[in-house]
């Protein structure tokens, strides 16, 4: 297994460029069912999440390539209904493989995602959805099996839970609806440029979908959907990634081929703690000379903090003077990376969703363990501006989620290298 080494110490200086959206990418890949023509799908970028998403749709029965960022998917006739065990339980975004299924076959039996380090996630609204356009759920040998006993039906749903929300079950709902006989209206549809992106890749298949980017869709479900060619959407949690580690590093980074249109809150964040942010329509420079000041966050659903930047503010706010408190409103327990910045020296106390911290005037190189995707890029940054050398373990979590890593650090004065263990 790998490890990544950072020397920290260095200020991050010069221009990097944002590799396409994974969590758009995905749905969309999974979209490409809908039709039996082939799409293509371009600046995807090359992580295991996305070889993972290609196996399974291999194993559903289509046909995939890739190469240099552009993923051709023909699905054709003969698609298979179940997505295995073994590659849902690597990947939770597998499950949204559900709804397209269940539209082109009338069934879809998908091995049920567990629980993951996050915290509890569970799939109940995706099935709400599903089952409110008429398709029958049962839950057997840890498979979820969706069935339309009889031909589906446009619905009104209703689609928030407790944390508000869900990207992934408007996906999953959106793609069922769009084959679906009726009207279907989604109240509460999770409003993410994800969402949008894939609302709009669906509607170059022929889709028929209102109300794009906000609570409420529309949908008048159509017959057929053809084959298309899309481009992904920038990845802005990538994005806000460099961000977070321009600033805390004291650097000037050029962060090019972005949509800073996706970044409003975490610009605000950052202005409020004193760092300067310009931006074009496609590019976003980062620069700080002055001190870092506190600021209080709190995670919600799109226009609002990611949940996906949580752990990187924190990282930030480490270093910052002062006192901030961060507070998680969509996984209420997605602190594993506290305890690991603790042992780099930073000072974060957990009180409930809550995390209060302390800021420190400097944090110290340590050997840290990934526990997800976000807290690596987290510890990763922290390593940059510790003392010393710090070895971040279980790599594989960065590899589902940041193309060229350790490259694009390296090419901003980063000292960073990957080892074997
Ligand atoms: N929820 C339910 N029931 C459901 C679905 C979700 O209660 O049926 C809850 C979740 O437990 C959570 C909240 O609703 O409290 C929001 O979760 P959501 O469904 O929006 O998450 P997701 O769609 O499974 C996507 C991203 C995550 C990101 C979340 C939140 C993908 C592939 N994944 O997950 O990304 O954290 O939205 O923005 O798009 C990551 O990239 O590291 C990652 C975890």
């Known amino acids: 297994m790998d490890k990544i080494v950072v020397e920290g110490g260095s200020r991050l200086k010069g221009d990097v460029w944002i590799s396409g959206a994974k969590n758009s990418a995905l749905p969309m890949m999974a979209a490409a069912l809908l039709s039996e023509k082939e799409s293509v ?6 992580l295991r ?9 291999r194993a559903l029965g289509a046909k995939v390539s890739f190469e240099e960022g552009v993923v051709t998917i023909k699905p054709g006739r003969n698609l298979k209904s179940v997505a295995p ?16 299924l269940l539209a082109r076959l009338g069934r879809a039996e998908v091995s049920l995602p567990g629980g993951c380090v996050i915290g509890p996630r569970p799939i109940d609204l995706h099935l709400k959805g599903l089952a409110a356009l008429g398709a029958k759920i049962e839950i057997k040998h840890g498979y979820v099996l969706v069935k339309a006993l009889k031909k589906l039906k446009g619905s009104d749903i209703y ?7 869900s990207v992934l079950a408007t996906a999953n709902v959106l793609m069922a609806a769009v084959l679906t006989s009726g009207k279907t209206i989604i109240e509460n549809a999770a409003c993410e440029p994800e969402i949008v992106d894939l609302t709009q890749f669906l509607v170059k298949m022929g889709a028929r ?5 906000s609570p409420h869709l529309e949908i008048e479900g159509v017959k057929k959907l ?10 802005r949690i990538e994005t806000g990634t460099y961000m977070f580690a321009a600033a805390m590093s004291a650097g000037d980074v050029f962060i090019k081929k972005c949509n800073p249109g996706h970044q409003n809150v975490v610009i605000d964040k950052l202005r409020q703690a004193g ?7 496609s590019t976003i420079r980062v620069r700080r000379r002055a001190k870092l000041k506190p600021v209080d966050v709190t995670t919600l659903p799109y226009p609002g903090f990611p949940t996906d930047l949580q752990a990187q503010m924190m990282a930030l706010m480490s270093v910052t003077p002062g006192i901030s408190v961060i507070t998680e409103k969509i996984y209420p327990d997605r602190f594993m990376h506290v305890s690991e910045l603790n042992r780099m020296g930073s000072q974060v106390f957990l009180e409930g969703p809550s995390a209060i911290v302390h800021g420190v005037k400097k944090l110290s190189g340590a050997p840290v363990m990934a526990s997800d995707l976000r807290a690596s890029a987290a510890l990763v940054i922290a390593g940059l501006v510790a003392e010393g050398k710090t070895d971040v373990h279980r790599v594989y979590h960065l590899d589902r989620g940041y193309e060229l890593l350790e490259k694009k650090f390296s090419s901003l ?9």
């Open 41 to 46: 799908l371009s600046n995807v970028p090359d």
């Open 49 to 57: 999440d996305i070889h993972t998403m290609i196996k399974l749709l």
């Open 85 to 100: 065990y073994k590659l849902v339980s690597t990947m939770r975004a597998s499950v949204c493989v559900l709804g397209p």
């Open 159 to 165: 689609l928030g839970g407790s944390f508000g929300s």
């Open 209 to 213: 979908i209102q109300g794009e980017g």
């Open 226 to 235: 053809s084959g298309v060619e899309h481009t992904v959407i920038p990845d």
């Open 275 to 281: 760092v300067r942010i310009d931006k074009t329509k």
């Open 413 to 421: 004065g980063a000292v960073i290298r990957r080892e074997k263990e």
